[in-house]
Each structure stands twice: as C-alpha cells, then as structure tokens.
C-alpha cells in the first residue's frame, strides 16, 4: 500500500488450514540486525534459557507470549555488503517492522544462520516464528522505513455480511491502518466475490481486494478495487469476460503488432 512516492507498506494475508493432531509455523526472517537496537511490544519473553536446534542453522530461541491479541517486533538493519559506504556492517537508520494481528499464544525468536559459503554472508539473521493449528489467517503489516515509521497504529475489524453475522476471517479479513501523517486506510481481502460485507461498520466491500483511506479530516482520498463491483459506494465491472474468436498480427515498420477481438 503506497504510502508517499518514497515510503509503502505490506498487509500480508496468509490463511491456513492444518491437518487435526498437526502444528504448522509462520516463519519471517529480517536482514541483519542490531539485537541492541531491537524492539518488542506486546511480548513477554519466557525466563527459561534460549534453546539451540543446530548451531548451523538455528540457535538462540527464546519462548515470548503475546500480552495481547497483537504484537510488533522493530528491527534496525546492519548494512551487511556496505551499500551506503560507510563499510561492511555497519549502523544505518533503516527499519524492518512487522505487526502480527489476532495472535493468542505462543512465539518464537531466534537466530537462522545463512549459507556459511559464502564469507561476505551475515553469521545470523533474526527469525520470528509462530507455531499454530487448525485454522489461522496470519495477519501481518511489514514497513520498511528510515528514521521513523510512517504507522502509528493498526487493528483488525470486524466484518459482517448481509444478515449481520460474523464473517469468518477463512474467507473475508479487514484491517486499519493509521499513518502518523492522520491518514487512514481501511484494507479488505474477501475470498467469497459475490456476496456483500460491511467492514468496520464503515462501508460496504464486494470483491476479492479493496482499500478504502480517508484523510485526517475524514474526507475520502481514493478507493480501490480489483475483482470486484463495490467499494464504499464506488462500483465497478469486477472483470471483463469473453471469447477470442480472432487474432491477426500486422508488421508496421520494424514493429510487429499483435490484435484480438
């Protein structure tokens, strides 16, 4: 999601459904980082000490629990191959952030060690994962920033469809995003097409994915839609469908041109 013409963010939507009796983990590793300069909110890390898998690919993992149903982890990244000239590993202001909504549970942080063939390689990466069963939708917001992020805050809402019922996040999940900058984006992933959801109580959403912002002011910015036919009031073709029936292709110059209908 573009935030300015320098700055963007990710909202992941990763839904999984496990076999009974079977866990699964949400494994996210970051470039090289300064643990010094790491930080947590909404983890409560176990006193226990940190546990080594293999020292050639996994060590240092400690147990945290989520204090809430969120949590964010803020990495500051080492340049491992020198890209500002200021040598190889050293301090920048670049940021790796990311936001788990609608965790209940356990995580885990430890360090993944690369391939050791390569000498110019970090000795570890930090690794996030969350171990989980059943049925999940991993709901993530990743920032890259210098210096300062550009959120400020994020939260899921709810979502209702047209019998006012609870929405199975399986199939439709909304988030908010909150800007420093008082812009807010209202993002929508539904897997059902046809039918109509509120979002947040805010608006009405018929598509696969949508993004709704509104200014400091409350004042809509923009709207957008792809495979779908509503947005907070906009509508729209969801797809264009038909039959090639016939192609021709003509050479115009040096430049051969391609023409279907």
């Keep these: 999601i573009r935030i300015d013409s320098r700055n963007a963010y990710i909202v992941d939507l990763f839904r999984v459904t496990g076999r009974k009796g079977y866990s699964y983990t949400f494994n996210f590793h970051t470039a090289e980082a300064n643990p010094a300069a790491t930080s947590y909110n909404g983890l409560t890390f176990d006193s226990a000490q940190s546990t080594t898998y293999n020292t050639n690919t996994l060590r240092n993992v400690r147990n945290a629990d989520t204090s809430s149903s969120s949590f964010s982890i803020d990495w500051n990244v080492l340049d491992t191959w020198n890209r500002y000239h200021r040598g190889r590993r050293a301090a920048t202001?670049?940021?790796l952030k990311i936001s788990m909504l609608d965790n209940d549970g356990k995580v885990r942080i430890?360090?993944?060690v690369p391939p050791t063939n390569n000498g110019n390689n970090p000795s570890w990466v930090p690794v996030?994962?969350?171990p989980r069963e059943g049925q999940t939708t991993f709901t993530s917001i990743i920032e890259a920033?210098?210096?300062r992020s550009n959120i400020s805050s994020v939260v899921s809402l709810p979502v209702v469809d047209s019998n006012g019922h609870i929405a199975d996040s399986m199939v439709v999940k909304a988030v908010r995003v909150k800007l420093s900058d008082g812009?807010?984006?209202y993002i929508v992933n539904s897997l059902d097409t046809k039918h109509q959801y509120r979002v947040g109580g805010k608006f009405s959403f018929c598509g696969f994915f949508g993004v709704y912002s509104e200014d400091a002011a409350g004042k809509p910015l923009?709207?957008?839609i792809?495979?779908?036919t509503l947005i907070a009031g906009k509508t729209a073709v969801a797809r264009l469908?038909?039959?090639v029936t016939r192609s021709e292709e003509r050479r115009v110059g040096k430049e051969c041109r391609s023409r279907w209908s």
């Design 93 to 95: 202001d670049v940021h």
């Design 110 to 112: 430890g360090e993944a």
């Design 128 to 130: 996030l994962m969350v």
């Design 145 to 147: 920033y210098r210096n």
């Design 183 to 185: 812009r807010t984006d």
């Design 222 to 224: 923009f709207k957008y």
């Design 226 to 228: 792809n495979d779908g």
């Design 241 to 243: 469908e038909g039959t």
